[in-house]
């Protein structure tokens, strides 16, 4: 199994950008799809990007469509979710969770929080008007 550890949650302004990370150990990164999700007190996890072991496929959540990005670098054991024209809608924790080989990301929806079995213990982020 990886350990996943999430970075980059701050408390900033509506039109702020952040950039989360997802550091995976103890098992090969690379052969894992990793997704973030992210959870309002009181509500579901909710899926907001997903991408496969070498990039070839990326999806989002049309809540974030044209303002957020996942990328990951491999070499680094790291997946990142560039996150622009924040909005306090946005405020919530945000999970990376990974899934193992044979994984799978589906561009036509968010990915759903029943694929991952791995998950991290979140990064807030805050957006304030």
């Known amino acids: 199994q990886v350990r996943l550890v999430e970075s980059g949650g701050d408390s900033v302004r509506t039109g702020d950008s952040l950039r989360l990370s997802c550091g995976g150990s103890?098992?090969?990164?690379?052969?894992?799809?990793v997704a973030w999700f992210r959870q309002v007190p009181g509500n579901r996890r909710e899926g907001v990007a997903g991408?496969?072991?070498?990039?070839?496929?990326?999806t989002y959540d049309d809540s974030v469509k044209g303002r957020f990005t996942i990328s990951r670098d491999n070499d680094a054991n790291r997946v990142y979710l560039q996150m622009n024209s924040l909005t306090p809608n946005d405020t919530a924790m945000y999970y990376c969770a990974a899934r193992k080989v044979p994984c799978s990301i589906n561009r036509a929806r968010a990915p759903p929080e029943r694929d991952y079995n791995n998950w991290g213990q979140g990064t807030q982020v805050t957006v304030s008007p």
């Open positions: 103890g098992d090969a990164f690379r052969r894992y799809c």
């Open positions: 991408i496969t072991t070498d990039s070839a496929v990326i």
